[in-house]
């Protein structure tokens, strides 16, 4: 139910776009969330924009270089990725809770996930 693409290669200090489509309805009902995933690390939260107000919250790791978008009309949430570093490196998947759900850090609390889309941030 969750489709993400955007991922692909790109040198330090570059940027991407990450674009994740949703097939559930109405779209604006949901809290969408980007999660991302190094090699032998744990899937860790990164961006989430609320479904009511769209009130947006990012990891620290991520703040102020990281920007979360959604577009209720094409049921699509971006996220924008300016100053990438080589640590952003991973598999970046899109998710949501159950509808109506709040924004949670926590993977456990998110019901819906998108394949990932591979980023690789090198020179």
């Known amino acids: 139910q969750l489709q993400a693409s955007g991922g692909g290669v790109v040198q330090p200090g570059g940027s991407l776009r990450l674009s994740c489509a949703a097939s559930?309805?109405?779209?604006?009902?949901?809290?969408m969330a980007w999660f991302r995933q190094a090699p032998g690390k744990e899937r860790e939260f990164v961006a989430a924009i609320s479904w009511k107000g769209a009130s947006t919250y990012y990891s620290d790791s991520v703040k102020g270089r990281f920007t979360i978008s959604r577009d209720n009309a094409k049921s699509t949430v971006y996220l924008r990725m300016n100053s990438l570093k080589p640590e952003d490196t991973a598999d970046y998947y899109c998710?949501?809770?159950?509808?109506?759900?709040?924004?949670?850090?926590?993977?456990?609390?998110?019901?819906?996930w998108g394949q990932g889309t591979q980023v690789t941030v090198s020179s």
């Open positions: 559930f309805h109405p779209f604006v009902t949901y809290t």
């Open positions: 998710a949501a809770p159950r509808q109506f759900g709040e924004v949670a850090t926590q993977r456990e609390m998110y019901v819906y």
